[in-house]
C-alpha cells in the first residue's frame, strides 16, 4: 500500500550548515508530495509541495524534487538557521479508492539548529 | 481569508468522561479530516469527510470514536469514556477537493491537545 519512509532524526546542525533529510515513498500512481513543518508548540504548516515528476516544491530556501525514478522527496537546505528548528513530516496522499483523501505521513524528522 | 480553527485549544478531563473537540474549517473547502498526534504513533489518520459522502471511518481506533460533519462545515469529534492512550494531539485539516493537481493540499488546524488522567 501507499507509505511513507523518512529518515528519522534527531538531526543537530550548526546554523548555516546543510541539511538533507530523506524521504522516500511507496504508490501506486504518480500522487503529488509534500513536506509539512511543525514548529515548536505549533500546529502543522505546509513548508513546500510538487504535484508532478521532477517538478521541484521551494520554500524559505527549503527545496525538493520530485524524482520518480527513485521514489524520493529528499528536502535540502543550503544553509539552517536557528529559526528553522522544528519537526519536518514528509507525506503523500492516497490514490486508493477506499482510502482516497487521507495523507500518509513520514514519522517526523526533528531538527536542532545552534548557533 | 482564516485558517482551520480548532477548539478547545487544551483540554484535561478525567478518565471515562465524554469529550467533544470541534474544528472549522477552511471555508468553501469540501474536505475535512481528523488526525491525531501522539509521542508513540506519530501522525495517525482518523476519519474523512467529502461533501455529503458517507465519511471514510477506518482511522477510527474504537467504537468510542465518533465524528460528525453538519451542513458540510463545522465537524465535531466525540470522545466516549476517556482513556489514558486518548492523550495526544488531534489534528483538523481541510482541503479544497480530496484530489486533483494542487487542490487537495490539506491545510491544518493548530490543534487540540487532550490529557486524559
Known amino acids: 500500500g501507499d507509505s511513507v519512509t523518512q529518515m528519522e532524526g534527531p538531526v543537530t546542525l550548526s546554523e548555516e550548515a546543510f541539511l538533507t533529510i530523506n524521504c522516500t515513498y511507496t504508490?501506486?500512481?504518480?500522487?503529488?508530495l509534500f513536506w509539512y513543518v511543525q514548529y515548536p508548540g505549533e500546529g502543522l504548516q505546509l513548508l513546500l509541495k510538487a504535484t508532478k515528476a521532477d517538478d521541484k516544491g521551494s520554500n524559505k530556501g527549503f527545496e525538493a524534487t520530485y524524482r520518480k525514478e527513485t521514489t524520493s522527496f529528499h528536502l535540502e537546505k543550503g544553509s539552517v538557521q536557528v529559526s528553522d528548528s522544528a519537526v519536518y513530516f514528509c507525506a503523500l496522499p492516497s490514490d486508493r479508492g477506499s482510502t482516497l483523501g487521507r495523507l500518509y505521513f513520514g514519522r517526523g524528522t526533528q531538527l536542532t539548529v545552534w548557533p | 481569508g482564516a485558517g482551520v480553527s480548532q477548539s478547545p485549544s487544551n483540554k484535561v478531563t478525567e478518565k471515562g468522561k465524554d469529550v467533544e473537540l470541534r474544528c472549522d474549517p477552511i471555508?468553501?473547502?469540501?474536505?475535512l479530516y481528523w488526525y491525531r498526534q501522539s509521542l508513540g504513533q506519530g501522525l495517525e489518520f482518523l476519519i474523512y469527510f467529502q461533501g455529503n459522502s458517507a465519511p471514510d471511518k477506518s482511522g477510527l481506533p474504537s467504537d468510542r470514536f465518533s465524528a460528525e460533519r453538519t451542513g458540510g462545515s463545522v465537524s465535531t469529534l466525540t470522545i466516549q469514556r476517556t482513556q489514558q492512550e486518548d492523550s495526544a494531539v488531534y489534528l483538523c485539516?481541510?482541503?479544497?477537493?480530496?484530489?486533483?493537481?494542487?487542490?487537495?493540499?490539506?491545510?491544518f488546524g493548530p490543534g487540540t491537545r487532550l490529557l486524559v488522567l
Open positions: 485539516a481541510s482541503s479544497l477537493l480530496p484530489r486533483g493537481v494542487g487542490a487537495e493540499t490539506q491545510y
Open positions: 504508490a501506486t500512481g504518480y500522487p503529488s
Open positions: 471555508s468553501g473547502h469540501t474536505a
